[in-house]
């Protein structure tokens, strides 16, 4: 294993992220020697500020507003809820997982034969081709490497106006520095870090949630039915969802804050809060690292350009530098890291068996009840003038759902318009949904038409059950009748020609403005 002062690895990683934490994982397998280097947490925004601890307060919130039901014959007595106690335990959630993953790197230190993973803390910048420089407190060293990997990330989006203090106005970085719960907050951005917090925070039923969305749909880029029923299951929970409405300022007082939010109607609106959530996207981390002194500049968005094997694409020969992750531009995703982090070693050890499919990700969105998402929607179909048919299938008709009590939830489907019916996307959304999305990923991966779905056997009772039903549907042979059920199975669809259905994304109605 080389000595991270007289080095020269085989991978330096910058960043321990889910890409490069996979990188270097999957360079072991190789017997690579690597070095990881990390400026903050082990696990970046995969564990800490991020997935794994947002999920953790999630599935504790979503336990809490279970427990506070009282239409199930039972009823809990004296519930309650205090913040330090949820951050302690969404801080021991990372914990764990963090120790798994030093636990990893330990056990190849001093095999060198199996490879490794020198693990190192400190801030790193490009200072050649083959030098990074890490910086910590107290020090600066070189490290030199054959390849790298840059899995920086992002980071949350800053509004021109509005400075974070990280104590009043904030951003999910400071989610777990909070001390107690708000009672007042509102939400600045309704994409999917907005929703999630607006789900949690009401869920614990301790604050008056205010999300604002400055269109007329939270989720902007999910069609108008998926997004219509978030915002009206966030409504349900108690949030207050500010349609159309612009933040114009937040004035700091003492002890509030006031918010000026003007709404296209043209009428303006003053809401007192303790808290303000920063929630509108987040930008790639390449500052300061030394990109100037390997001749790479990031693109108009601020990402790095890169090819499918993840090497950096510019005018330079960069054969051995390649980026990964949040930083690259694809969906901001733990998944497509992670996915990233394992392509480049391949490409590293010319090993690539696939070029990876970005059309078929899916996406988990942790509200309530949680949506998932795979493929195409309607609203990318219209863009592409792509003719389908769609099939809408309540939970309401699927036995184990009304075994569970909760059948507020619906499968939807869309096929190629066709003799083939090929399976192009589903949305589904109430219990379980994020765990039967891949099934559906893998019917796409392969190609897969509804006749193929027909022949296997769903078991029952299932809340999957859905799924065949809603293929049955598009081939009129479903056991309930769209004529008996007209709100629970609605089969539509679109052809190119027909006129949009789907409210265009924000950038088009700015375009059109
Ligand atoms: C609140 C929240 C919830 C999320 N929930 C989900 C979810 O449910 N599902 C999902 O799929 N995705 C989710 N995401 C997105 C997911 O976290 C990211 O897509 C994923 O973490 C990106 O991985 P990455 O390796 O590219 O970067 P990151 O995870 O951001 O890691 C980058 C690492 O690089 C380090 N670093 C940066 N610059 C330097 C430097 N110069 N030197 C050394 N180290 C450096 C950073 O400290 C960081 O640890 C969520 C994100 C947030 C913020
Ligand atoms: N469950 C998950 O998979 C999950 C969870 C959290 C985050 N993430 C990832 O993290 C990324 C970032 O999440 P996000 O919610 O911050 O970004 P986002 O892109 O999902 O949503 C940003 C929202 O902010 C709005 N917005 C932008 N500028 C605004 C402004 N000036 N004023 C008011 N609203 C404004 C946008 O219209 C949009 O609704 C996501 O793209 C996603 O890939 C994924």
Redesign the pocket.
């Known amino acids: 294993m080389p000595d991270i002062r007289d080095n020269n690895f085989d991978i330096v990683i ?8 996979s990188a270097a994982n999957r360079a072991l397998d190789y017997g690579l020697h690597v070095c990881l ?11 800490i ?3 794994l ?3 953790t307060m999630y599935e504790l919130s979503m336990d809490y507003s279970v427990a506070a039901r009282i239409d199930r014959g039972y009823r809990a007595s004296a519930l309650s809820v205090d913040y330090n106690q949820v951050r302690h335990t969404v801080l021991e959630a990372a914990r764990e997982k963090q120790y798994q993953m030093r636990s990893q790197i330990e056990t190849f230190t001093n095999k060198p034969s199996l490879g490794s993973i020198s693990l190192v803390n ?4 490009f200072l050649n081709e083959n030098v990074v420089e ?1 910086s910590s407190k107290n020090e600066a060293f070189e490290i030199s490497g054959k390849h790298f990997i840059i ?6 989006r800053q509004l021109p106006d509005v400075k974070t203090d990280g104590k009043r106005i904030i951003t ?2 400071d ?1 777990l520095s909070l001390s107690r719960f708000p009672e007042r907050m509102l939400i600045i951005g309704s994409g ?2 907005g929703c ?2 607006a789900t949690i925070f009401s869920n614990f039923n301790q604050t008056q949630v205010h999300l604002l969305d400055r269109s007329n749909r939270v989720l902007p880029y999910e069609d108008d039915d998926v997004s219509r029923f978030v915002s009206n299951n966030l409504e349900k929970n108690g949030v207050e969802v500010h349609h159309t409405a612009q933040l114009r300022c937040i004035r700091e007082h003492p002890d509030h804050l006031e918010v000026v939010l003007d709404y296209a109607a043209g009428h303006s609106k003053v809401i007192e809060v303790d808290l303000a959530l920063v929630a509108i996207g ?1 930008v790639p ?1 390449t500052k ?2 030394g990109l100037e002194n390997i001749g790479v500049s990031p693109d108009k968005r601020g990402m790095l350009c890169v090819k499918d094997s993840g090497q950096l694409e510019s005018t330079k020969d960069h054969k051995n530098i390649y980026a ?4 690259t531009g694809h969906t ?7 996915f990233q ?1 394992r392509m480049a070693v391949e490409s590293i050890m010319n090993n690539v068996c696939y070029t990876p499919d970005y059309s078929n990700m899916s ?4 509200f309530k009840p949680e949506v998932a998402a795979v493929g195409a929607n309607e609203k990318t179909l219209q863009e592409k003038s792509v003719g389908y048919r769609a099939v809408f299938y309540s939970n309401a008709l699927v036995n184990r759902a009304i075994a569970m009590r909760n059948t507020h939830g619906f499968v939807k489907i869309l096929v190629s318009n066709d003799n083939k019916q090929r399976i192009l996307g589903m949305r589904a959304a109430g219990p379980q949904a994020s765990a039967f999305i891949v099934a559906v990923a893998h019917l796409i991966n392969q190609g897969n038409s509804v006749s193929e779905v027909l022949k296997i056997f769903y078991p029952h009772p299932s809340i999957t059950e859905g799924i065949q039903e809603c293929m049955r549907a598009l081939a009129s042979k479903s056991i309930y009748k769209p004529l008996a059920f007209p709100d629970h199975i609605i089969v539509s669809e679109w052809n190119p020609g027909d006129p949009i259905t789907q409210t265009p994304k924000d950038e088009e109605i700015k375009k059109n403005k």
Do not use: C, W
């Open positions: 910058i960043g321990s992220g889910p890409g490069g934490f280097i990390e400026k903050s947490h082990l696990g970046g925004a995969g564990v500020n991020g997935v601890t947002s999920k400190g801030h790193a910048r890490v899995a920086t990330g992002a980071s949350p999910s970085d989610i999917i870090i999630e917090f987040r981390n300061d690292l990964i992750g949040d930083i901001q995703l733990y998944s497509v890291a992670e982090g996406t988990l969105m942790f």
